[in-house]
């Protein structure tokens, strides 16, 4: 039986949320650690400084794995389907 997204849809729901906060958790206390207000501009608050580690620790390349699972046919594999499920809803959510 062929795998679809939406079969595993829950699933990637759920591996995508954890994959959004997992890295804003991350960049929250490395926020407190590295922040320092004689380092950058005055109008850089911790607020902007932490949402910039989010995003920057938090950026996913959906084009990249695509080519990768491709080139290595795992596309409609399982496991393909889900990391890509996974990695769309991630992108979505950060939009």
């Not at 679809?4 to 958790?25: C, D, H, K, M, Y």
């Not at 959906?62 to 046919?73: N, T």
Request: hydrophobic share 55%; aromatic share 10%.
């Amino acid at each position: 039986m062929p795998l679809n997204f939406l079969e595993q849809l829950r699933t990637s729901v759920v591996v995508a949320t954890i994959g959004v906060a997992v890295p804003l958790v991350f960049a929250l206390g490395l926020s407190f650690i590295l922040y320092d207000p004689d380092l950058v501009q005055p109008d850089i608050n911790r607020g902007v400084f932490f949402l910039f580690l989010g995003v920057i620790f938090g950026t996913s390349a959906l084009p990249v794995l695509a080519r990768i699972l491709s080139e290595y046919r795992l596309m409609s594999t399982r496991l393909g389907i889900f990391t890509m499920g996974v990695t769309t809803v991630d992108d979505l959510v950060r939009t």
